[in-house]
């Protein structure tokens, strides 16, 4: 089983509709989580942190589910400029490898 | 500005031939790290770096090597023994090696075979 995982899509949705992405890890222990946006032929780019209690910036809201272990994405009214692959990351913990990221999501938003 | 700065931004390799790619940071981060991105896959962890003179063996360090002799730069050599070389490189930089701190990103390296 992978460390991380999400689900590749690709995910096409019109301008102004609400899509959520999920992100799996098997690390129980994990301590951070983190969202980042990458778009074609570029370097990823921090979109948000993820938190226990969950939060919200903008349009986009990202939210920890520790007992199911998973982290979620939700992006209201999206926007054309929302397009790109969205991956998540996470820090397990005690590990000296850092970072692991998902394989992203990839989001079409359509006019 | 701060950032990271990668270079070349496109690079070809001849067969049998090393090639190094630059990463320099400006942001006084501690550790650096080295990733290598697949048309269509996550990234994968080549080396990375907590402190000066020290690097460690990521997931896919074969065929790789790097030094640290500076904390603002962490240069990745692509050796011959790397026979799948093509792909996106990308540096990193975060302000402590453990922790909840996110990394940065450079915005790349392009590795093709000539």
């Not at chain 1, 690390?27 to 980042?36: E, G, K, L, T, V």
């Not at chain 2, 080295?34 to 063996?57: A, C, E, H, M, T």
Request: glycine letters at 8%; hydrophobic letters at 30%.
């Amino acid at each position: 089983r992978k460390e991380v995982e999400q689900d590749p899509g690709p995910f096409n949705v019109p301008e102004g509709a609400t899509v959520a992405f999920n992100c799996t890890y098997s690390n129980s222990a994990s301590q951070s989580f983190f969202w980042y946006r990458q778009d074609c032929r570029k370097e990823p780019k921090l979109l948000m942190s993820v938190y226990s209690s969950g939060n919200e910036d903008g349009r986009f809201t990202a939210q920890l589910n520790r007992a199911s272990q998973y982290i979620s994405l939700l992006i209201r009214d999206s926007k054309l400029s929302d397009s790109a692959t969205y991956l998540c990351v996470v820090i397990p913990s005690g590990s000296a490898r850092q970072l692991t990221f998902g394989s992203g999501t990839q989001l079409t938003v359509l006019p | 500005d701060g950032g990271i700065t990668q270079s070349p931004k496109y690079l070809f390799r001849k067969e049998g031939q090393n090639v190094t790619l630059s990463c320099e940071q400006n942001l006084n981060h501690d550790a650096m790290y080295w990733y290598r991105q697949d048309p269509g896959q996550g990234l994968r962890l080549i080396y990375y770096s907590q402190i000066v003179n020290d690097f460690q063996k990521g997931d896919i360090a074969e065929g790789y090597s790097v030094s640290r002799e500076k904390k603002e730069s962490f240069p990745l050599t692509v050796t011959s023994a790397q026979k799948n070389p093509t792909a996106f490189y990308l540096c990193a930089s975060s302000d402590r090696p453990i922790g909840n701190q996110p990394q940065h990103f450079g915005d790349g390296t392009r590795l093709s075979i000539l």
